[in-house]
């Protein structure tokens, strides 16, 4: 069975090598997908419902979708391209965005909150119906942006995994298009003809400006440099511990404790070089972990 298109070939060729690569789908496996309606996730369960009609095992979809509880959000459109499409799928609704309305002080961007509320729907229906995976609509440059927003405002060294088990051990959230860039996601929703919905919040779209910020310096580092993105990507799979400054990952007495025991054999061996170079020249003992440089002692003079 062939693709359809040179571009979902390719969607699907980075969406099995993620989900090689980090293990994210198994035989089995019922798949949650949580679908909002946007473009990500309709490009995520078109994609996985091409790959499960394909795969070499057997894994199960449903879509699920969480209603904020906005007017005029349209939950039916959702419910008439799944089931037309034959997919399975339940629509969720809460009063999320009255939530939100109570909680949030005037001038925070209501997203990451909203977000966080409508997580905790997605591991309760996880349970419901029966999932054993939450896979989740984020792509290459959501890991990117992630990794620059922690970078340059929180302090941290860090991103999003592309596998995560929840705190309670009970879930585990999955993002198969790790690979896949926004672009391309766009593109793949467009050319299947599936409905791009917002979901009606009065901030629907309103990124913060300091993802705006990065996600424009993003797009200009891309186009001077073709091949950043990938790069950065890349990186997040390419840590080097001692090459950081976070002391829990390089405790200073384990490296002092790690350089004596790497040190004591070069040690030992340049020692025993100067002994048969310089017959009948003491050499002074070693200095304590090996850290001072050998010293000769000549005899003095007669």
């Known amino acids: 069975m062939s693709y359809r298109t040179p571009l979902e070939a390719r969607i699907a060729r980075k969406t099995t090598k993620a989900i090689?690569?980090?293990?994210?789908?198994?035989d089995g496996d019922r798949v949650m997908v949580g679908l909002s309606g946007g473009k990500d996730s309709w490009a995520l369960i078109q994609v996985l419902d091409v790959l499960r009609r394909r795969a070499p095992i057997d894994f199960s979809l449903v879509a699920v979708n969480v209603d904020s509880g906005y007017e005029d959000y349209e939950h039916g459109t959702i419910r008439e391209v799944c089931e037309a499409r034959g997919w399975e799928v339940r629509i969720q609704h809460t009063s999320i965005g009255e939530v939100i309305d109570d909680l949030l002080e005037a001038d925070d961007t209501p997203c990451s909150l909203c977000a966080r509320l409508r997580r905790g729907v997605l591991y309760r229906l996880a349970g419901e119906v029966g999932a054993t995976k939450i896979a989740l609509g984020h792509h290459l440059d959501d890991f990117v942006e992630t990794l620059l927003l922690n970078l340059f405002f929180g302090g941290a060294l860090k991103a999003m995994p592309a596998r995560l088990l929840s705190d309670d051990g009970r879930h585990v959230v999955i993002r198969p298009l790790a690979y896949v860039t926004e672009a391309e996601a766009r593109a793949y929703t467009?050319?299947?003809?599936?409905?791009?919905?917002?979901?009606?919040?009065?901030?629907?779209g309103d990124l913060s400006l300091q993802r705006q910020r990065l996600k424009r310096l993003v797009m200009e580092l891309e186009r001077e440099h073709p091949g950043v993105k990938h790069s950065m990507l890349t990186a997040l799979g390419?840590?080097?511990?001692?090459?950081?400054?976070d002391r829990r990952l390089n405790p200073p007495a384990a490296l002092r404790a790690t350089a004596a025991a790497g040190q004591a054999p070069a040690v030992a061996g340049a020692r025993a070089q100067l002994r048969a170079a310089t017959p009948g020249m003491?050499?002074?003992?070693p200095h304590a972990a090996g850290t001072a440089p050998l010293v000769l002692h000549r005899p003095p003079p007669e």
């Not at 090689?20 to 198994?26: R, S, T, Y």
């Not at 390419?238 to 400054?245: G, R």
């Open 190 to 204: 467009k050319e299947n003809h599936l409905p791009v919905i917002g979901c009606c919040c009065p901030a629907c």
């Open 282 to 285: 003491p050499i002074a003992p």
């Open 238 to 245: 390419n840590v080097v511990p001692s090459h950081l400054l």
């Open 20 to 26: 090689v690569d980090f293990g994210l789908i198994e």
